[in-house]
């Protein structure tokens, strides 16, 4: 079964600092990863996703991510951070190969501190 | 253009009683999917749609979780009877897709407490 660990449940960055939020997943075939950010009491926002091709996808408000497939990770970054960037981050993985629905790591609370 | 409508966002019942949520997705979208968000655990899917039909509920506590999807648009999640560890954020989403390349689109969710 596909699953996504956030090892992180606490990042914190100084404004004006890079940004790394680390995630790695487990399927079977060919992932389709995906990044959503929540904002408190909101819902999630798409931020970007890994279909097929260039590894480093770009995305939403400045944000990319890096797919490795060696080390079957899908890390999320952002060259220098904003204070409005804090806010709780979660990696997601669906296989494509199967039938599945859109698995949720635990997420990870971004702290961008001024 | 709309997003996903979601109402209440807040209810506060007490358990045994019952609750229900409603969901507009975004208009053409054939894929609606209710996920359950406890603090401090990612989204859970609860159930999928596709167009009227259920494509996956595997993950729902059937003897008390309840939905449906009224003509292929709205959707409505129920719970009865209502238990303490039902307290949550209950997402709905809509994707123009099935279960593709395509990413979901989210409302801002109901808030459930139950006492």
């Known amino acids: 079964a596909q699953s996504v660990a956030q090892p992180e449940d606490q990042v914190n960055v100084a404004e004006g600092n890079p940004l790394t939020v680390k995630c790695t997943y487990s399927?079977?075939?060919?992932?389709?990863l995906f990044w959503y950010v929540q904002y408190p009491n909101r819902g999630l926002q798409f931020l970007l996703k890994?279909?097929?091709?260039?590894?480093l996808v770009k995305g939403s408000y400045g944000f990319e991510a890096e797919f490795n497939k060696s080390q079957t990770s899908f890390h999320l970054k952002k060259p220098s951070a904003l204070v409005s960037d804090s806010a709780l981050y979660f990696c997601?993985?669906?296989?494509?190969?199967?039938?599945?629905?859109?698995?949720f790591g635990k997420g990870t609370r971004l702290s961008v501190i001024a | 253009e709309a997003g996903v409508a979601q109402s209440p966002r807040y209810k506060i019942i007490e358990k045994r009683q019952s609750v229900a949520f409603w969901c507009n997705p975004i208009?053409?979208?054939?894929?609606l999917y209710w996920y359950q968000q406890i603090l401090g655990q990612g989204p859970k899917l609860l159930i999928q749609?596709?167009?009227?039909?259920?494509?996956?509920d595997s993950q729902l506590p059937k003897d008390r979780f309840s939905a449906e999807r009224l003509k292929g648009v709205d959707s409505t999640l129920k719970i009865q009877p209502a238990k303490l560890e039902d307290s949550a954020v209950y997402l709905c989403?809509?994707?123009?897709?099935?279960?593709?390349?395509?990413?979901?689109?989210f409302g801002e969710g109901s808030r459930l407490t139950v006492l």
């Open positions: 989403a809509s994707s123009f897709l099935g279960r593709g390349a395509g990413e979901l689109f």
């Open positions: 399927v079977s075939g060919n992932p389709y």
């Open positions: 890994y279909i097929t091709g260039d590894n």
């Open positions: 997601a993985v669906r296989d494509p190969s199967g039938n599945t629905p859109l698995v």
């Open positions: 208009s053409g979208h054939a894929t």
């Open positions: 749609f596709q167009n009227n039909g259920v494509v996956d």
